[in-house]
């Protein structure tokens, strides 16, 4: 599955609609921490970073140099590059694919892979790039939907047709078993929550078909009917979503 091609138009909108606000992400960033313990000035790869939203998160969160490889010029040319200091954090933006890494050999410290494991066409390829570019023992930390985990996430929730997209994306086990091959093994597999807006009337004004392969898959009635049963609820609800973090190393 690849999904959208993303144009300037797409990758602003994806921006305002997919990237969730910084206040929203607090159990993440605890997460993370527990996860990696990620220290100032390593280096962090964040592989299919979109627009850069996480790639900026992790910068701020822990102070690392964040080299953020997305293929998609649109996308890249929205992430927010900020020069490597002399502690060594930093923004770089870099054309690359998740099976040809545009870093040299052993040189990261963690990668961080969001939303885009459904997007890698050959997965045991990439993983391989990620052993080749990853220091040894380094984390591979994972964000994504996963086949039956997903209930809880709230396109589900509204759009419940969704959810056989999310069956055709990798499994937890097929995961495991292609980063195995590259000699990766699971440590954690753990639901985090976010705050993707204040409320579910808030979310609803934010959400955009075209930025999300789950809802541009939904006919036109479903998306409608997913898009009524959201605007019933209560618009004051918080919108929180829940997501898987896998780590591997
Ligand atoms: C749903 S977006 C996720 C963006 C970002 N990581 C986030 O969490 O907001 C998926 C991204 O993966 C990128 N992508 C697609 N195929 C890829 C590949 N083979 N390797 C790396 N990134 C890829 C897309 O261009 C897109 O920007």
Aim: glycine residues 8%; hydrophobic residues 45%.
């Amino acid at each position: 599955m690849t999904g959208i091609s993303y144009d300037r138009a797409t990758a602003e909108q994806y921006r305002l609609a997919r990237e969730v606000p910084r206040a929203g992400l607090a159990a993440w960033q605890a997460a993370i921490e527990e996860a990696a313990g990620l220290a100032p000035g390593t280096t962090v790869l964040d592989v299919g970073a979109g627009t850069g939203g996480f790639a900026a998160a992790l910068h701020d969160w822990f102070g690392v140099h964040v080299v953020a490889v997305e293929p998609a010029e649109a996308m890249r040319a929205l992430i927010p590059v900020v020069p490597v200091t002399a502690g060594g954090s930093g923004i770089e933006a870099l054309d690359g694919r998740a099976d040809a890494l545009p870093v040299p050999d052993g040189s990261a410290d963690a990668a961080w892979l969001g939303s885009v494991l459904h997007h890698i066409p050959d997965l045991p390829a990439a993983a391989r790039e990620l052993r080749r570019a990853l220091k040894p023992g380094a984390p591979v930390l994972i964000r994504n939907l996963f086949p039956g985990r997903a209930e809880r996430d709230l396109r589900v929730r509204f759009f419940p047709e969704t959810a056989a997209v999310v069956d055709g994306y990798p499994t937890v086990d097929r995961v495991c078993a292609d980063f195995a091959t590259a000699g990766f093994e699971p440590r954690e597999l753990a639901a985090i929550p976010q705050e993707s807006a204040p409320g579910l009337g808030q979310y609803a004004d934010l959400l955009r078909r075209d930025t999300d392969t789950k809802l541009r898959a939904l006919s036109d009635e479903e998306f409608a009917r997913g898009m009524a049963r959201l605007r019933a609820a209560d618009p004051a609800e918080p919108a929180v979503s829940w997501m898987d973090l896998l780590v591997l190393a």
